[in-house]
């Protein structure tokens, strides 16, 4: 209540002898929240606010300005030491609302590459040397959050000696996958909760933690979702759209699209192993239990990709030892076979 009324305090500041009217609007994972301030004549803007012991607003400012490109909300005013900005309102409908209420196939498939040409255009700007580096460590730190927080904390199953030696395996042969992919800039959350339905193309949020790595990265983000699941054929078909497009704009992907959906499926283990441990971690070291239940989809996700692939059988192994086998398993045996990455 303290954080909110210095909110509207700010807000009389910049709007003196106007009547707003302040409404929670959404909050993040992190310590962010949004407010929707409506005024006089109609117009809203959002609040962001960021408390300053917690939260850095540089990056999102910085970022913003990289990502002007495409549809990201303007910064109308700002102030650092109390961690609120004042945003353009790019709406209430999410992509991923859009999604779930019109599940017409062709409608479906129009929104999601809608997505992808907004992909397309963010990657189409990439410099290196402007965005910090989605380099080995970081990709690393990501990994290490399964075994902490999934397999010990929501499993309460630490690896044991054997199992971390599958592990690092693993980690190893994933990484010497992921790590020769092309860079661009890499959104990091490029999901269908973060994307707007605007008009002309979608808004773009949620993007301050974005770097400088892997090409498929937010592909991945984008088909591989927490909170709404595809088919498998559908997937395809949008990722060698995505592909396609992406040739024709001269982006770097691999010249074959086999090649090209190897390297989004290897990029979506090393995701789906960070987003379980997060998830994980929100709930038992934050106490937030909104994501909890999108685990398994994660696992599934991994179950799928791990056995599918000769190279990433040591993950699958693993998988099999920590949550045993289920329906997914025989699923899996029945519709995919497994495959090589060098065939």
Same mark, same amino acid.
Request: hydrophobic share 40%; with cysteine; charged share 30%.
């Given at each position: 209540?303290?954080?909110?009324?210095?909110?509207?305090?700010?807000?009389?500041?910049?709007?003196?002898?106007?009547?707003?009217?302040?409404?929670?609007?959404?909050?993040?994972?992190?310590?962010?929240?949004?407010?929707?301030?409506?005024?006089?004549?109609?117009?809203?803007?959002?609040?962001?606010?960021?408390?300053?012991?917690?939260?850095?607003?540089?990056?999102?400012?910085?970022?913003?300005?990289?990502?002007?490109?495409?549809?990201?909300?303007?910064?109308?005013?700002?102030?650092?030491?109390?961690?609120?900005?004042? #945003?353009? +309102?790019? *709406?209430?409908?999410? $992509? %991923? /609302? !859009?999604?779930?209420?019109?599940?017409?196939?062709? &409608?479906? =498939?129009?929104?999601?590459?809608?997505?992808?040409?907004?992909?397309?255009?963010?990657?189409?700007?990439?410099?290196?040397?402007?965005?910090?580096?989605?380099?080995?460590?970081?990709?690393?730190?990501?990994?290490?959050?399964?075994?902490?927080?999934?397999?010990?904390?929501?499993?309460?199953?630490?690896?044991?000696?054997?199992?971390?030696? #599958?592990? +690092?395996? *693993?980690?190893?042969? $994933? %990484? /010497? !996958?992921?790590?020769?992919?092309?860079?661009?800039? &890499?959104? =990091?959350?490029?999901?269908?909760?973060?994307?707007?339905?605007?008009?002309?193309?979608?808004?773009?949020?949620?993007?301050?933690?974005?770097?400088?790595?892997?090409?498929?990265?937010?592909?991945?983000?984008?088909?591989?979702?927490?909170?709404?699941?595809?088919?498998?054929?559908?997937?395809?078909?949008?990722?060698?759209?995505?592909?396609?497009?992406?040739?024709?704009?001269?982006?770097?992907?691999?010249?074959?699209?086999?090649?090209?959906?190897?390297?989004?499926?290897?990029?979506?283990?090393?995701?789906?192993?960070?987003?379980?441990?997060?998830?994980?971690?929100?709930?038992?070291?934050?106490?937030?239990?909104?994501?909890?239940?999108?685990?398994?989809?994660?696992?599934?996700?991994?179950?799928?990709?791990?056995?599918?692939?000769?190279?990433?059988?040591?993950?699958?192994?693993?998988?099999?030892?920590?949550?045993?086998?289920?329906?997914?398993?025989?699923?899996?045996?029945?519709?995919?076979?497994?495959?090589?990455?060098?065939?």
């Amino acid at each position: 209540m303290q954080r909110l009324e210095q909110l509207k305090s700010w807000l009389t500041s910049l709007y003196p002898q106007t009547d707003i009217v302040v409404e929670f609007a959404a909050a993040d994972a992190d310590f962010r929240r949004y407010f929707r301030a409506q005024f006089p004549d109609g117009s809203t803007r959002i609040v962001m606010d960021a408390p300053p012991e917690k939260m850095d607003t540089d990056p999102y400012v910085k970022v913003r300005e990289v990502f002007a490109m495409v549809n990201v909300p303007q910064i109308i005013a700002r102030d650092r030491e109390q961690g609120f900005m004042l #945003l353009e +309102d790019l *709406g209430k409908i999410t $992509l %991923l /609302a !859009a999604l779930q209420h019109d599940e017409r196939p062709l &409608v479906r =498939r129009h929104l999601l590459l809608e997505a992808v040409d907004t992909l397309v255009e963010l990657q189409q700007g990439s410099q290196p040397g402007v965005l910090p580096e989605y380099d080995e460590a970081l990709l690393r730190r990501e990994l290490s959050l399964f075994p902490e927080w999934y397999c010990a904390q929501e499993l309460g199953k630490p690896l044991n000696f054997a199992q971390r030696q #599958l592990w +690092d395996e *693993g980690c190893q042969r $994933l %990484l /010497a !996958a992921i790590l020769p992919q092309s860079k661009v800039y &890499v959104h =990091r959350d490029f999901i269908v909760r973060n994307l707007m339905l605007t008009p002309g193309k979608p808004g773009v949020l949620d993007f301050q933690d974005a770097v400088y790595g892997p090409i498929s990265y937010d592909l991945v983000s984008l088909l591989r979702d927490a909170f709404i699941e595809w088919e498998e054929d559908f997937v395809l078909d949008i990722a060698i759209r995505y592909w396609e497009k992406a040739r024709a704009a001269g982006l770097p992907v691999p010249e074959s699209v086999d090649d090209f959906y190897r390297d989004f499926e290897w990029m979506g283990v090393q995701r789906h192993l960070k987003v379980a441990g997060i998830f994980a971690r929100l709930y038992h070291r934050d106490g937030k239990d909104k994501y909890r239940g999108e685990i398994p989809r994660f696992i599934k996700y991994l179950k799928r990709t791990t056995r599918r692939y000769q190279e990433l059988s040591p993950f699958y192994q693993l998988l099999l030892q920590l949550v045993g086998k289920d329906d997914t398993d025989a699923e899996l045996q029945s519709t995919y076979p497994v495959l090589s990455v060098k065939g």
